[in-house]
Every structure is written in C-alpha cells, then in structure tokens.
C-alpha cells in the first residue's frame, strides 16, 4: 500500500541492520557446512 499523505516512505538503507535486511536465504546444507567450517577455525584460530 501507498503511504498515507504525508507519511514518510521509511528507506531501507538507511537503517543500521539494513545488511541484514538484503541478505538472500542459503540453503541448508550450505548452513550446515558453514556451521562446521567455522566451529573447525574458531576452534584452531581462537
């Protein structure tokens, strides 16, 4: 819907999470093997 007269058209960009915002959904098993890379280098690299 339109905004109402004289409402402000919020942007998404200006807001702080706005990387958030336009990030596009991975896949499961990409997920699951993000989760294991990471815990693999959080465990050998601190």
């Given at each position: 819907?339109?905004?109402?007269?004289?409402?402000t058209?919020?942007?998404?960009?200006?807001?702080?999470?706005?990387?958030?915002?336009?990030?596009?959904?991975?896949?499961?098993?990409?997920?699951?093997?993000?989760?294991?890379?990471?815990?693999?280098?959080?465990?050998?690299?601190?």
């Amino acid at each position: 819907l339109p905004p109402y007269q004289g409402e402000t058209i919020p942007n998404i960009q200006d807001e702080s999470d706005r990387g958030v915002a336009l990030w596009r959904p991975i896949s499961e098993t990409f997920s699951d093997d993000l989760k294991n890379f990471l815990a693999i280098a959080i465990e050998r690299h601190g």
